[in-house]
């Protein structure tokens, strides 16, 4: 069990009493009491990763660690990696970790804040699901871990996590979204061309932010096929939307 929990950190001041509650618990084995939420534990068929990052002055780190230590202790499926982020930046700014708490899931979702032991196991059994997949592809572009979240554009289920994330996203997040097809389409030309069809259809969205980022999307794509929707679009009543629709016009007919 002692090789499921792991400390890159040193646990004193707030971190002392998860760290010592965990020793103790190991040391009765099937004799400490397990609480409600634990016996979901049961139900995971795949192992989970978890990497707990904290900061020695967080008063909320400790309830955090708590929860993924008494996890890793109860169940052979999980395994915990405490980490101290100022010790350790360097894994720290790989996962674009901003705040403490911040769980990591298995390498991908990243949730900032405590997790209830309840909401812990509720996200470890969706993996796979929509749903999570979905939180995880936002996740990684909400971290900055802009050549991963590319990376999933490569197969027909991240195209769709990125479609349903541009249909949703608010004008500051369609940043990242764009230097994620950005990246993709320097790797694959075609990576967004599914896509083309349903972005042409939000050229008709009420949001005039959404219509000129949408025709932006479609020019750095490139495919003729949003030609006409883009032409409708050159007479739109918002004219910084109309000159972006020109402009894109125009670069499609020097391509």
């Known amino acids: 069990a002692q090789a499921r ?37 049961d139900e995971l068929d795949r192992p989970a990763a978890l990497q707990i990052f904290i900061g020695a002055e967080c008063p909320h780190c400790p309830q955090a ?34 705040a403490v708490p911040t769980t990591i899931i298995d390498d991908g979702l990243a949730v900032t804040g405590v997790l209830s032991g309840a909401a812990l196991v509720g996200r470890l059994l969706a993996r796979g699901e929509d749903g999570y997949e979905a939180d995880r592809f936002r996740s ?4 900055g871990r802009l050549a991963e979240a590319a990376r999933e554009l490569s197969h027909a ?3 769709g996590f990125f479609m349903q994330a541009w249909r949703e996203s608010a004008t500051s997040s369609r940043v990242g979204l764009l230097l994620v ?4 389409l320097e790797t694959e030309r075609a990576a967004l061309d599914q896509l083309i069809s349903a972005l042409c259809e939000l050229l ?3 949001d005039a932010a959404l219509r000129g980022d949408t025709a932006d999307l479609l020019g750095r794509i490139g495919h003729t096929d949003a030609r006409e929707a883009l032409t409708r679009l050159g007479a739109d009543p918002n004219p ?5 629709a020109v402009e894109v ?5 020097r391509s």
Request: proline residues 7%.
């Open 240 to 244: 910084d939307v109309a000159e972006i």
């Open 181 to 184: 097809a950005e990246q993709a």
């Open 157 to 159: 289920a991240g195209v």
């Open 5 to 41: 929990v792991c400390y890159l950190a040193l646990p004193a001041g707030h971190e002392a009493p998860p760290f010592i509650e965990a020793l103790i618990a190991w040391c009765e084995g099937e004799a400490a009491p397990r609480e409600p939420w634990m016996a979901k534990l």
């Open 140 to 143: 990684l572009i909400e971290t």
């Open 204 to 206: 008709e969205s009420d």
């Open 65 to 98: 660690v708590r929860v993924a230590t008494r996890a890793a202790l109860d169940s052979p499926q999980v395994r915990a990696t405490v980490i101290d982020a100022q010790r350790f930046p360097q894994l720290a700014k790989r996962f674009g970790v901003r």
């Open 249 to 253: 016009l125009e670069e499609l007919d």
